[in-house]
Structure formats: structure tokens, C-alpha cells
């Protein structure tokens, strides 16, 4: 057996939806699906059933988790463009002196108290496309929410085809750090290259189902392969492979829905499947201005979004054996550039082990996700994590969680 550790990995970009939609995840189901993929430290989205966009909503958050969660978990914020007060309730030596919930804040944050640059979140979340959560922002609000947020926690956005380029317009008149959610076309990866080129502050992230699926994978995955970007064109694929080096980060997305929820809408809808065709304009994804040669596009009526968390690195490892990738790639993406773009410290004695040699198959039953079902069921994989460890303490261990609700940590975002 060969066993290679690598640094506990960081996920920044994870739907755990505690709470209001523990029927799909909860805090301790997602966080033990966390540690069974080799993550110790996630970053959770604010698009829950209610966006989580004022402190009061995030301590609720926070108060839960801290009981539920077995790996290090933080959060990002989320704006309609209605709650620019609320920002400044997010810095913790407002909260401080503010005195509220001041005993907690100091428990966890001692040794950062006398810098007025801690935060309670660790990104600004921002939807500009329709996605899950009905959670949607006009770009008319992104001058005034970029001019208010606090310059050092970076901005995530969710944008896609033209409001990807509207963006990129708002961060050249207001440079901020801004992260571009699942990048997934040459033409987005393409600007996010040129941007970088002009010295833009922005990072990119790449999720798993983009690198190893494509549009022809929706023929058999039906509304299993329903997400947000949509599966694209091997072109695409091809090109996010090619210039791996220019992404920052990768994030899973961990979108967990339920079995009932993937198939149930369409047939509450009376459809004769659980899926319909429908002709589509093809997606903007040539630099060049060419259309992609794509035929018509699968649509689904159903919730977007694919579980991810327990397959990511196998995947990444499968890859490695390939050569397509190298291991100091995958600590890249999985560990350095999260932990850089979103300043977080993970101890040495957090950390994953993976054997290299073990290979086996992806199977829905075998995942900790209480979702139960992945995009990648059935896949043969090459390196299977076998212990987690979590400041010194074995977490996780031949496919047994060994760790209790609460022992994880909430994380801040300290500049
Ligand atoms: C995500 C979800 O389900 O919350 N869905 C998705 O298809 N990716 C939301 C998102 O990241 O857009
Ligand atoms: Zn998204
Ligand atoms: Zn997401």
C-alpha cells in the first residue's frame, strides 16, 4: 500500500443547506461527506431557502453549525443590493464593541482581537443568473455593493454569458477581489485570462463536473446533469484542461438535491418523461465570436445542481494517474488556491491520506451525502482516501467517520 498525504483540502464553494432544506444535506451529513472526499475545511453559500444577507440570519447559521459540524466550515454572505448596512455588522471589532455575542466572538477569536480587520464571512456571494434559490441580483446594484463591501474579503460571483461581462466591466471601474464562480467555456476562462494579463485582482474557480462531463453526458445522465453553468461542449472541456494553469482554485460546488427532487418536478408537471428536448440558442463559449457546432440542448425542469464532495479527488487522483495532471497540481488547486484567495490557515497537522494504488468504483450507496447519488455512480476511480486527519485528530478512517458533531471549527476571515 502507498499511502501519500497531502495537505487537508478547502472547498470555498458548498451548499450544505442547513437550514430550512435538510431534507437534500445538513450540516453534519455534508461535513462527514467532506472528510470522506479529504476536505477539512469548507466554505458554505448563503442561497438558502431564505438568503442568508443579514448578520442575524448568519449567526443563526453559525449557532447551528457549530454544533453539527464535523470538519472546519465558513461562510459567505449573500446581497440582494437591500442590505449595504449590514456589512459593516460583519467586521468583529464592531461586533465587539458593539458588545453583542461579544463572549463567543472572543472564545474563537482571541488572538486576532486587537486588528480591526476580522471578519464573520469569508466572501460576498453575488447570483446574476437564475440558479437554485431563486436568489437573483441586477447588475444595477454592483457599483454600490463593490464601493461598500470591505476591499479585502473577495466577492464570488455567480455569472454567466453576458453577466459574466458585466462584471468584468464593474471590476475595471472598481478593481475589487472578485472570484468567478465555475468558470466552464474558452470564451469566460479566455477574458478571465486577459483580465489577469491587465492586472485585474480577479481569481477563477473550475468545478469537477466540468472538467470530467460534457454536454454528451446529459444524454444519459437526463436530469442528473442538470446544473448551473450547464455541461458544455468538449471544445470547452478540452480548453479548460489546456490551460489548467490559469485557474485558481478548484471548487466543487456540492449542490446536493434529492433523488425525488432531480426526478419529481417534471412528472408533478404531467410530462410523459422525466425530461424534455427543446431547441436552444447555443451558449456563448468562442472567443473567436464563432458559434460552438452544438445541437439542441436538453432542458430540465428541476432543481440545479450536483452532490460533489466525495468524488473530487478521486477524480483529480484518476486524473494524475492519466498524466493529465500532476499531484503538485492538485494541492495547487485543492488546497494552496483556496487558502490564498480566501486567506485561510489550515495547522500542518491537518491533512489527508490517499492511497495512490487503491482503485475502485464510484457507487450512490457507499456516499455519506445524505442526497445519496453522484453524476459520477458507476465511475472507476484510481486513489481512495483512507484517513483524514484534523489538527492531530484521526477524523476519518477506511470509510468510517470518526469524528462527532461540533468538533469542527467555524472559520472568519482575518486579512
Ligand atoms: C447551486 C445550488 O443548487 O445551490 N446549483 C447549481 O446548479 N450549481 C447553485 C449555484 O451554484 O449556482
Ligand atoms: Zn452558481
Ligand atoms: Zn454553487
Known sequence: MQFMRIPGLI???VHLRDPEETQKEDFTTGTRAALAGGYT????????????TTRERLEKK????????????????GSLGDNIDEFAKLQLSNILRANVESREVKDEN????RSNNNYLVMGLKLYLNKTTGNYLLGKSHLPKIFASWPSEIPILVHAIDETFDDVLEVVKQTPRKIHLCHVSTKYELSRVIEAKERGLPISCGVTP????????????LGPFGAMKPPLRPRTDVDFLWKNIQAIDL?????????????????????LPATRRSLKLASP??????????????????????????ETTLPLLFTAVSENKLTIGDVIRLCHEGPAKVFNIKTANDTYTEVDTKAN????????????????????????????????GKKVFEDGKVLASPGSGKLVTYSS
Open 11 to 13: 472547498d470555498p464553494h
Open 41 to 52: 475545511t469548507l466554505i458554505d453559500m448563503p442561497n438558502n431557502k431564505t438568503p442568508v
Open 62 to 77: 453559525r449557532t447551528l453549525a457549530k454544533e453539527k459540524i464535523v470538519c472546519d466550515v465558513g461562510f459567505h454572505f
Open 110 to 113: 482571541s488572538s486576532r482581537l
Open 209 to 220: 463536473h466540468h472538467l470530467f462531463l460534457s454536454e454528451e453526458d446529459t444524454k444519459h
Open 250 to 270: 478548484i471548487e466543487s460546488d456540492h449542490a446536493p438535491h434529492t433523488i425525488e427532487e432531480k426526478q419529481g418536478v417534471t412528472r408533478a408537471e404531467g
Open 284 to 309: 456563448r463559449s468562442s472567443i473567436d465570436g464563432k458559434e460552438p457546432a452544438t445541437g439542441p440542448r436538453e432542458v430540465f425542469n428541476v432543481p440545479f445542481g450536483v452532490p460533489g464532495l
Open 360 to 391: 475502485y468504483e464510484i457507487k450512490n450507496k457507499n456516499l455519506f451525502t445524505k442526497s445519496k447519488w453522484s453524476p459520477f455512480n458507476g465511475w472507476r476511480v484510481h486513489g481512495k482516501i483512507q484517513r483524514v486527519f484534523l489538527r
